[in-house]
């Protein structure tokens, strides 16, 4: 079955970075479109990034300039690369893989505090 998951989470200090990766099995990874979302405690899911099966990427205004979405097709794995990570940036990140059907992941923690 199609499995997607997560890793790279944790706890870091405001300024720092993080690169999370998620992995995907049971799929043809290379035709679907992939994205990274979030979720903090008390709100909703919400975009951060999202990358299509051709490589054009989108960002969510609060991730601009700051956060980038890649993939590599041979190694079935998308990537989202966090810098200047502020305290706002904490909350439960989820890749998410859609095109004919969608598939979550189960979420890795982002903690960003001193």
């Known amino acids: 079955q199609v499995q997607l998951v997560e890793s790279g989470g944790g706890l870091v200090q405001p300024g720092g970075s993080l690169r999370l990766s998620c992995t995907a099995s049971?799929?043809?990874?290379?035709?679907?479109?992939m994205g990274w979302y979030r979720q903090a405690p008390g709100k909703q899911r919400e975009l951060v990034a999202r990358i299509t099966s051709g490589g054009n990427t989108n960002y969510a205004d609060s991730g601009k300039g700051r956060v980038t979405i890649s993939r590599d097709n041979a190694k079935n794995t998308v990537y989202l690369q966090m810098n200047s990570l502020k305290p706002e940036d904490t909350a439960v990140y989820y890749c998410?893989?859609?095109?004919?059907?969608?598939?979550w992941g189960q979420g890795t923690q982002v903690t960003v505090s001193s």
């Open positions: 998410k893989a859609y095109y004919s059907r969608t598939y």
């Open positions: 049971g799929m043809d990874f290379s035709i679907y479109n």
